[in-house]
């Protein structure tokens, strides 16, 4: 039978699940039993959205009871994994086996499935979100029925399935694209000018496979993290035509006087892609989090405008704020995907836990930037409405007739999925 799950919170705690049950099914089968007796459920991965994505009133279901598998295809390049695995499990198995990742997040113990329903990415000008690795998914539909989705079999209907906010069913397994294991350096430059970072973005997010820029927003100044591989010519990190402030001396943590143990190794070791690529290491699973996060995605032609507005709320927006991060993404083709259609930089802010405070900066923020065409994180706070967060999709109206396809009686749905596209 399916086992009950006791966590009912999310990793920040700001959502207390409404779920009657949060199942955790050990087979296959008991997946399918469950979802077919259910009249209201979806999944729910490692609970790391601060959004109301994945809660419900219906119920729950974690896919890490089933059976961890991991097969690597290396004739397609390709690797299928079961959907319960957090890319910190996925990425050591890969690269024992010498594969690897394109790209990851900041923190690599969220899971595959969540972080790619949900458009999740990682940064580099020539990386796209996580989610257009998928090459495959496997759903369990609302009978219980079992749908396989390819790309490359299923070209009009795939790029709608993947980044699909839990809606679609409960994905059981994920093909994803690998290529052979690669080694990176990670180096920081500190006291960066913010002036440099707004006025030269192409120069600074080029200088390495993956950039990422913390700052305040007050101190007029940046930390810039950069990734880079040690097979693609892509140097160091190098720091050329830009004002790159100086090398940090010693390791750091993203937010200034916290403990740097929990940051990936930096001054420039070579390692393996998966111990520089986050933030944070693999091995250390952080607790509980005492933060909040909203980011927005926006045209990359953006980031000075972007710059500009955000240092106007300077005053407002650093004494809520732990730290904040710009990156870059990829244009995908994936209809839901924030970064769907445009080169994009992000803008991502780490609040502290102090949703009163924290809420009327963030309208603030989104005030701001909303007329530079941002689109909010699917899995973060934002006060925008959903009325305005549709239109911004313009593939929406056939992410619509995939829920009425795969879903016609609403089984998947919840609050958050009927505000963005109710029914009837
Ligand atoms: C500390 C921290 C750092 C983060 N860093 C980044 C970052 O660098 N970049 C970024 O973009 N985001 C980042 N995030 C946000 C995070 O990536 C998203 O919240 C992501 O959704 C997390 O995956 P999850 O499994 O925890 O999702 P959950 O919150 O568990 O679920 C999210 C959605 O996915 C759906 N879902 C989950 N599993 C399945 C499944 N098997 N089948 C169908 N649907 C499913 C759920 O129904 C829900 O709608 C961060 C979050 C935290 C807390």
């Not at 607790?287 to 300077?314: N, T, V």
């Not at 244009?331 to 445009?342: I, K, T, V």
Request: aromatic share 8%; glycine share 8%.
């Amino acid at each position: 039978m399916p086992t009950t799950c006791v966590a009912n919170v999310n990793w920040a705690s700001n959502v207390t699940y409404g779920a009657t049950r949060i199942h955790r099914p050990r087979t296959l089968d008991q997946v399918r039993r469950t979802v077919g007796r259910s009249e209201r459920i979806r999944a729910l991965g490692s609970g790391h959205s601060f959004s109301l994505v994945a809660d419900t009133t219906g119920e729950l279901m974690r896919l890490d009871g089933l059976p961890r598998t991991v097969r690597i295809d290396p004739a397609r390049s390709t690797v299928t994994l079961s959907a319960g695995l957090r890319y910190a499990e996925l990425a050591g198995i890969l690269h024992r086996a010498g594969y690897a990742l394109a790209n990851l997040a900041s923190l690599p113990h969220i899971s595959v499935a969540g972080s790619c329903a949900t458009g999740t990415h990682g940064s580099g000008d020539t990386q796209r979100c996580l989610a257009a690795s998928v090459a495959g998914l496997r759903l369990v539909g609302p009978e219980g029925d079992l749908t396989e989705l390819r790309r490359d079999t299923d070209p009009h209907t795939f790029a709608g399935s993947v980044v699909a906010l839990g809606a679609l069913g409960i994905v059981t397994e994920l093909t994803l694209d690998i290529e052979p294991a690669y080694e990176m350096t990670q180096r920081v430059r500190v006291a960066v000018p913010l002036d440099e970072v707004a006025d030269r973005p192409d120069a600074v997010f080029g200088a390495a496979y993956s950039v990422s820029v913390f700052t305040d927003w007050r101190s007029g100044t940046a930390q810039v993290w950069l990734k880079a591989r040690t097979d693609d010519g892509s140097g160091a990190g190098a720091v050329t035509g830009w004002n790159g402030g100086r090398a940090a001396a010693r390791p750091v943590h993203p937010v200034p006087g916290m403990p740097p143990e929990f940051s990936t190794e930096q001054l420039g070791t070579a390692g393996p892609w998966y111990a520089r690529l986050p933030h944070f290491r693999p091995e250390l699973t952080p607790g509980a989090g005492e933060e909040l996060q909203s980011e927005y995605f926006l045209p990359r032609d953006a980031a000075p405008a972007a710059f500009a507005a955000i240092r106007a709320l300077a005053g407002r927006v650093a004494p809520v704020l732990h730290i904040a991060e710009v990156r870059t993404v990829r244009a995908d083709d994936l209809w839901l995907s924030p970064a769907y259609g445009r080169d994009t930089v992000t803008f991502h802010f780490t609040w502290i836990k102090e949703l009163p405070a924290v809420l009327p900066v963030i309208s603030a923020v989104e005030e701001a930037l909303m007329p530079l065409g941002a689109r909010p994180h699917w899995a973060k706070l934002t006060t925008v409405p959903a009325s305005r967060v549709v239109p911004l999709y313009e593939r929406s109206p056939e992410f619509e007739q995939l829920l009425r396809k795969y879903d016609p009686a609403g089984k998947f749905r919840n609050a958050f999925v009927d505000s963005l596209f109710p029914t009837g």
